[in-house]
């Protein structure tokens, strides 16, 4: 109860009747003042005979003076005074959960389509920097390999901020180990404190626990010392609790992704034992076609459409017969005319699978030409997608530097010549610039490092 509660109460319009008929009923006077000695109320010929205390919870919150008769207006303004103090209360408690529940709702909302752990930490962090007093946020996780937590998410940490902590070590460590959440208050006088760590005065730790599994920990602090109340770390625990399963989830995607990434890959490259002389030509137009990609700053969504369709954009050539895939002189128009037909048999191999659907474009049209000369369908320009056209740049540029049996492999002179040769015909302007600019060359050098040492 704040000390100018009774002053409040005072000038309640439905009090000030109350009190002109209780003195009149009386027959006395009365003096009402506060804790400090301000006057509030005085009637005629009042004086300070009896001190009759206003009280709430304990604590003395103001006066009435008169002779014993004015006891029950003492009684009535302490009854009211802490009826007004429990309905502040609930209302505080009220605003809590209201606070509490909107989180919930907001972090359910916000995590529960998410299936990246960094992203699921940059939301964590952002919730967390919107109810809870803080000057810095880590999420980090458990490195199974390593057994030590890695910073994967942070706010406002200095150069020096600790980016991995072993099992035990410091309080993040401790947390991990025991699994409960924590209010540390005065950190520099804990003994688990870590010197060099981040300058926090203050800090709640919470473990991400789903279920009985512990992906890491989520620590909050501030450099100023503040103190943190069992109601912080009941709204910072499920906010962390929240965070786990998010993180468990992103887990488990991650792991359905790689399988599903591994077995297309391991198609492709069924694929490509047909034809020995193309070895890891997959895995290199898939490296050159993210670079470029990256180079040009597609999303999130458009590069992973990119590294689908790179990985299977030969996949068509499961319905090329053997004799026209590996013949070894050059092919005649029928032949090629088969081989043309790549690009419509993956599309019809990949259409009915859901999973794979968005490698389409890259797979169906990697031939098409810009100038709308290419094949199966002859789109021009910007018809073409994106991903189809920067496949189309990596896809020649492997060619034409790798060695076939009736050819040697071009080099890497002559390749990019042709690439600024063709850009506007074949190939879109705009992809061979990125090419040019992207980091293609490094990606090329590790898959040919015998060729790097030789240039």
Do not use: W
Not at 61 to 89: D, F, M, Q, W
Not at 312 to 339: C, M, P, Y
């Amino acid at each position: 109860m704040m000390p100018d509660s009774l002053s409040k109460l005072i000038k309640k319009r439905a009090l000030a009747p109350i009190l002109r008929r209780l003195v009149i009923d009386l027959e006395t006077s009365i003096i009402i003042e506060d804790d400090e000695g301000k006057l509030l109320i005085a009637t005629d010929g009042a004086e300070r005979l009896i001190q009759h205390p206003v009280t709430v919870a304990g604590q003395v919150i103001g006066s009435v003076y008169g002779n014993e008769k004015v006891a029950p207006i003492a009684s009535l303004l302490t009854s009211l005074a802490e009826s007004e103090a429990e309905k502040r209360a609930l209302v505080s408690e009220t605003l809590n959960k209201y606070k509490e529940i909107t989180l919930l709702y907001d972090m359910v909302e916000k995590v529960s389509s998410c299936l990246d752990t960094k992203e699921v930490a940059r939301l964590v962090i952002e919730e967390a920097r919107r109810v809870i007093t803080l000057s810095s946020v880590s999420v980090l996780l458990l490195n199974k390999e390593t057994d030590a937590l890695e910073l994967i998410g942070g706010y406002d940490h200095e150069t020096e901020a600790v980016t991995s902590v072993s099992r035990g070590v410091g309080i993040a460590g401790s947390v991990l180990v025991s699994g409960r959440a924590e209010i540390i208050n005065d950190v520099h006088s804990d003994p688990r404190f870590v010197e060099g760590a981040v300058s926090i005065s203050s800090l709640m730790c919470a473990p991400l626990k789903a279920k009985d599994n512990i992906a890491g920990v989520i620590e909050l602090g501030n450099d100023q010392p503040v103190t943190y109340t069992a109601e912080d770390l009941k709204l910072f625990t499920t906010l962390a609790s929240l965070a786990a399963v998010a993180i468990e989830n992103a887990g488990l995607y991650e792991q359905l992704k790689d399988a599903f990434y591994t077995t297309v890959y391991t198609l492709a490259e069924t694929i490509e034992k047909r034809d020995p002389y193309t070895g890891n030509h997959t895995k290199r137009v898939m490296e050159y076609s993210l670079a470029i990609g990256k180079t040009l700053g597609l999303s999130k969504e458009e590069m992973a459409r990119l590294q689908l369709g790179a990985v299977l954009h030969d996949i068509g050539k499961i319905g090329i017969r053997d004799n026209v895939l590996l013949k070894e002189s050059a092919l005649t128009d029928d032949e090629f005319d088969q081989i043309k037909k790549h690009p419509v048999y993956g599309e019809e191999i990949i259409r009915n699978l859901s999973q794979l659907k968005s490698a389409i474009p890259g797979v169906k049209h990697h031939h098409e030409k810009f100038n709308g000369k290419g094949y199966p369908d002859g789109l021009k320009g910007e018809e073409i997608d994106i991903t189809a056209r920067i496949i189309a740049v990596a896809d020649s540029f492997d060619a034409m530097t790798t060695n076939r049996p009736y050819r040697s492999g071009l080099t890497l002179e002559v390749a990019f010549d042709e690439l600024r040769k063709y850009s506007g015909s074949q190939f879109d302007p705009e992809i061979v610039e990125a090419f040019f600019a992207s980091d293609v060359m490094e990606a090329f050098f590790t898959a040919n490092s015998r060729l790097k040492i030789i240039l």
